[in-house]
């Protein structure tokens, strides 16, 4: 990092990394070695931990993330920009979520021939960075045995030195865990919103705002911390239900002299205003009630006078008071509350400012003043119960605005600041959703885009604080007129007094205008480099729906009106990451899951497909760390197929075709067995469900499918089926082993987007692997590598589509499951093979058992599958129990003597079956309720339906079991 620049003007930025940018026609050159990996064998099990950090650091120092800032010929291009974690933070689930999504399309599109960058970088995060370093200050301070320690006592630049210490010292740790979880970013290509480069496009589009008069410094109302002693934004601000009061405050009605005014009853009048804040009426200017509130209508024109401050203020009419709540009379602080604000606009009344910016009551107060907030509330409600003006005290929850990264209530009070002019902005923003040029997906959240973006007030972008981009604004003592530039003025813009006559204004942007520019002012912006140019716009932003208004909405407003051009093409919104009980995370409660805790114990890949796995859209993600046990077992059983292939090839290597695999297996596939023609056909199917579920942002669905086969097709059956292979040797032997090496390696290229640790690691260890590079890399003499990230993507092969040696398989898996069925409801141990004879119906079908006869005798444990006697009588004999299959139709006959007690197994059926049937009649019950059904809510409905299907699959196996045992 290099070090402070010494201008003035610039004491918040560092350089931003170095980027070279590529040649355009750079000359081939003799190809180099392909960079590689060390040969490693497989260890016994998945152990993660042994081969993750290995792998990463050997992916970029071979420069297998880098992105090339042009093309090559024919060439897409495709662009993920991180959403910037502030620089102090530490990885959350929330982070993890993002970006193990992003990384996922990222790395698919890689691996399709894009050329692609996915752009790394920090927020400076100006409050919350701050507040820890004045934090730290403090306790400085205080372990000292002295008091604390403030900004001020450093001064400005002292400050800010520290604040750039703290930076460097800690923007390592959330850097370091994004690469702990596998994210591909181009680290050559890190930025920071306080970089050089991106601090001079901050200030540019500053300057360009104010020329065009959409950026002006002006008296308002704004949202302050009196912790932060800042203005924050009006979406720093979070609504947090609290409980409190409702105090039932009278106001005297009087002329506007202070003469009382008597009521209808003759004595004198008083309107009572009901108020969640008391302290607040020392602001008052006004009270309000409807213009059509008959309660109110001959106080119309009249006067009240303040409790305790005797002001007389009007009694105005206006249609935003709501004659339901309350009482129907609104006191007006105009300096205190947003919508007072309007309304005092509206009426041109005064403002008093009594909230000070420092917590206290200012001298506005009267005899409050200098009071902290919560001792004025105190005092004013015990002198209004002194004075017989507090009507009642009720109580009452509302919610309470606090200040997103303090905690605090946030103060509405009238400031001068710097303000955007919005609505130009937001128009053309508007229009670009409308018109398609930018998709949210889901499409639902467009309605609440539009909701804010119609309903968008001015944005105070000036904060009281000093770390952070300084606004580019000097004043002039000599003609009190103000000059924004880019760069420290050196005379007046107005006057042309000397720079010494000028001094530049001390705050600081908002942290969100920096953000606003990030797709752009990342890729060199204003210069028109080449990176902008193949890059902008970016092809997907991909957050959380929480910073809809933050972040997305301010990128488009600033794309639009900086570059002609939308920031991104699609808007791809995922939910929150809750708890297993679909709670939201917190330190408070205690159920925070800390992904670095999670793939310490279980890998990065099974934290990663577990998020995928469960980011359905729309759906808030329970997250369980039993789910993620279950997907290390599943990388686990990755594992143990490959190494069963590496056992195989042990016993004899078969060398690899002429024109590698897939050519032979297409070459052969007539010869092939029909269990090799159906797993390949299987791989195509799931390759094409993979590939629509990245193309259209399912990744749950994708990464279901990857599930599905591997677990249950490749693992559960076609291994399984391989071993009847592999034990007849010759011809069947190396047919399966090249096709199970076919099916695992696409399978792992297909896989290594959501899962790289395992899918490289494993992938590695296979034979007849190659290397492979880039487009670009080629083109730029870049050797190749030895690694998955650069193979090509796999892509259904539709000639392996073979829909016969699926039915096929389908009816071999129907008998093996009926005899596995068997074996579990009558609680036959596997290890003890069984003797089993078949009933075909049809000539074809017993040709198809004894075709097969090798592999349903090996998949199902049998000692012997012959053809049954014929029984005179006709069916099988009582001791024999009967299984039937469908498909193929046929009868599966196995003698219970030796295998079952049959009286004790039948006597625990009908006990099962009493017990279903209990439940059963249960649940019917409930469902049958008609007020039940009307008034439970839907989920709990759809739970009890659902229980009611597996009842009665459950009833049905068990009866099926029985009469089989009763023959």
């Given at each position: 990092m290099a070090t402070k620049p010494a201008r003035a003007a610039k004491k918040n930025v560092r350089k931003a990394a170095p980027q070279k940018a590529p040649a355009r026609s750079a000359p081939r050159r003799p190809s180099a070695p392909a960079l590689a990996l060390p040969p490693r064998e497989l260890t016994g099990s998945f152990e993660p931990a042994k081969f993750e950090a290995s792998l990463y650091e050997f992916w970029e120092k071979s420069g297998c993330f880098d992105a090339a800032d042009e093309s090559a010929p024919g060439q897409k291009s495709f662009c993920i920009m991180i959403p910037p974690p502030n620089v102090t933070g530490h990885l959350h689930m929330g982070h993890a979520?993002?970006?193990?999504?992003?990384?996922?399309?990222?790395?698919?599109?890689?691996?399709?021939?894009?050329?692609?960058?996915?752009?790394?970088?920090?927020?400076?995060?100006?409050?919350?960075?701050?507040?820890?370093?004045?934090?730290?200050?403090?306790?400085?301070?205080?372990?000292?045995?002295?008091?604390?320690?403030t900004r001020h006592d450093l001064g400005r630049e002292k400050f800010l030195e520290r604040t750039w210490k703290w930076k460097e010292d800690h923007a390592h740790i959330i850097t370091g865990q994004l690469r702990r979880l596998g994210c591909s970013f181009d680290w050559k290509r890190e930025r920071f919103t306080l970089d050089d480069g991106l601090s001079r496009a901050v200030r540019e589009v500053f300057v360009r705002l104010y020329k065009d008069g959409l950026i002006y410094r002006g008296e308002r109302i704004i949202n302050w911390d009196t912790v932060s002693q800042s203005a924050v934004s009006d979406l720093e601000v979070v609504p947090t239900e609290r409980k409190g009061f409702l105090w039932h405050i009278k106001y005297a009605v009087v002329e506007s002299d202070g003469t009382p005014v008597a009521g209808a009853d003759g004595k004198e009048a008083f309107l009572t205003i009901a108020t969640t804040r008391p302290e607040t009426l020392l602001g008052d200017t006004a009270v309000a009630v409807h213009p059509e509130d008959d309660r109110y209508s001959a106080f119309h024109g009249k006067h009240a006078k303040l409790p305790l401050l005797g002001r007389v203020i009007p009694i105005l009419t206006d249609t935003y008071v709501e004659r339901e709540f309350g009482t129907g009379a609104l006191k007006i602080t105009p300096a205190h509350d947003f919508n007072d604000y309007e309304i005092g606009k509206r009426h041109n009344l005064p403002l008093v400012s009594v909230m000070g910016k420092d917590g206290k009551i200012t001298a506005a107060g009267g005899p409050y003043a200098a009071m902290d907030f919560k001792t004025a509330r105190e005092r004013i409600i015990a002198d209004l119960k002194e004075s017989g003006r507090l009507e009642k005290t009720e109580e009452h929850t509302h919610k309470v605005g606090l200040c997103d990264r303090t905690g605090q209530p946030a103060e509405p009070l009238v400031?001068?600041?710097?303000?955007?002019?919005?609505?130009?902005?937001?128009?053309?923003?508007i229009a670009a959703v409308e018109s398609g040029k930018i998709e949210f997906s889901p499409k639902s959240w467009e309605k609440t885009y539009f909701e804010w973006m119609y309903n968008i007030r001015d944005w105070c972008?000036?904060?009281?604080?000093?770390?952070?981009?300084?606004?580019?604004?000097?004043?002039?003592?000599?003609?009190?007129?103000?000059?924004?530039?880019?760069?420290?003025?050196?005379?007046?813009?107005?006057?042309?007094?000397?720079?010494?006559?000028?001094?530049?204004?001390?705050?600081?942007?908002?942290?969100?205008?920096?953000?606003?520019?990030?797709?752009?002012?990342?890729?060199?912006?204003?210069?028109?480099?080449?990176?902008?140019?193949?890059?902008?716009?970016?092809?997907?932003?991909?957050?959380?729906?929480?910073?809809?208004?933050?972040?997305?909405?301010?990128?488009?407003?600033?794309?639009?009106?900086?570059?002609?051009?939308?920031?991104?093409?699609?808007?791809?919104?995922?939910?929150?990451?809750?708890?297993?009980?679909?709670?939201?995370?917190?330190k408070t409660k205690g159920n925070v899951i800390d992904p670095l805790d999670v793939m310490a114990e279980h890998g990065a890949d099974a934290l990663r497909f577990t998020l995928l796995a469960m980011a359905g859209q729309g759906r808030d993600i329970k997250l369980s760390l039993d789910r993620v046990a279950g997907y290390r077992g599943f990388c686990n059983k990755l594992w143990n197929a490959t190494k069963f292939f590496h056992l195989q090839v042990a016993q004899g290597a078969v060398a690899e075709p002429q024109g590698g695999a897939e050519s032979w297996l297409l070459k052969n596939k007539v010869e092939l067995l029909p269990v090799n023609r159906w797993v390949l056909s299987r791989l195509q199917q799931v390759n094409g469900a993979v590939t629509k579920g990245l193309e259209e942002f399912r990744l749950n669905e994708a990464a279901q499918a990857i599930y599905d086969f591997s677990w249950h097709e490749l693992c559960d059956w076609y291994i399984e089926f391989s071993k009847v292979s592999f034990k007849e040797g010759g011809e069947a032997r190396k047919q399966t082993l090249i096709t199970l090496h076919y099916v695992l390696e696409r399978l792992l290229r297909m896989m290594?987007?959501?899962?790289?640790?395992?899918?490289?690691?494993?992938?590695?260890?296979?034979?007849?692997?190659?290397?492979?590079?880039?487009?670009?890399?080629?083109?730029?003499?870049?050797?190749?590598?030895?690694?998955?990230?650069?193979?090509?993507y796999p892509q259904p092969e539709p000639r392996f589509a073979n829909s016969e040696a699926e039915k096929?398989?389908?009816?071999?898996?129907?008998?093996?499951?009926?005899?596995?069925?068997?074996?579990?409801?009558?609680?036959?141990?596997?290890?003890?093979?069984?003797?089993?004879?078949?009933?075909?119906?049809?000539?074809?079908t017993d040709a198809f058992v004894q075709l097969f006869r090798s592999d349903i005798m090996a998949m199902a444990r049998l000692s012997a599958l012959e053809k049954a006697p014929v029984n005179g009588n006709g069916g099988a004999p009582r001791t024999i129990?009967?299984?039937?299959?469908?498909?193929?139709?046929?009868?599966?006959?196995?003698?219970?003597?030796?295998?079952?007690?049959?009286?004790?197994?039948?006597?625990?059926?009908r006990k099962e079956i009493e017990r279903v049937q209990g439940d059963l009649s249960f649940i019917r019950g409930k469902l049958t309720n008609e007020s039940f059904v009307a008034k439970a809510p839907k989920e709990l409905v759809a739970k009890e339906k659902g229980r009611e299907n597996e009842l009665v699959g459950k009833l049905r196996e068990l009866e099926s079991a029985l009469t089989r045992l009763s023959g």
């Open positions: 979520l993002t970006n193990a999504i992003q990384d996922t399309l990222i790395r698919w599109r890689r691996m399709s021939g894009d050329n692609t960058l996915y752009q790394p970088g920090t927020d400076h995060a100006g409050i919350a960075t701050q507040l820890m370093v004045e934090r730290a200050l403090a306790d400085e301070g205080r372990k000292a045995g002295g008091r604390p320690i400031s001068k600041q710097w303000f955007v002019k919005i609505e130009p902005l937001a128009k053309p923003a972008i000036s904060r009281q604080l000093w770390w952070g981009h300084r606004v580019p604004a000097w004043y002039c003592s000599t003609c009190q007129e103000i000059t924004v530039a880019v760069e420290a003025p050196a005379a007046c813009g107005s006057c042309g007094a000397d720079a010494d006559r000028l001094k530049q204004d001390e705050d600081v942007l908002d942290t969100w205008f920096s953000s606003g520019l990030w797709p752009f002012s990342t890729l060199g912006w204003p210069e028109k480099t080449p990176a902008l140019n193949t890059f902008y716009p970016t092809s997907i932003l991909e957050t959380g729906f929480d910073i809809i208004f933050f972040w997305v909405a301010r990128m488009i407003m600033m794309g639009l009106h900086f570059t002609g051009d939308v920031p991104f093409r699609k808007v791809y919104l995922h939910a929150m990451v809750r708890d297993e009980k679909g709670e939201k995370m917190s290594h987007p959501f899962m790289p640790f395992v899918t490289e690691e494993l992938w590695l260890s296979l034979p007849w692997k190659k290397p492979a590079n880039s487009p670009t890399r080629e083109r730029d003499g870049a050797p190749a590598v030895m690694s998955l990230m650069l193979q090509k096929t398989v389908a009816a071999l898996q129907g008998i093996i499951e009926a005899l596995r069925n068997f074996r579990g409801e009558n609680r036959i141990p596997t290890s003890k093979e069984i003797a089993a004879c078949y009933v075909a119906p049809r000539t074809a129990a009967v299984i039937p299959v469908t498909n193929p139709a046929l009868e599966l006959h196995v003698d219970l003597k030796g295998l079952v007690d049959v009286e004790e197994e039948t006597k625990r059926l």
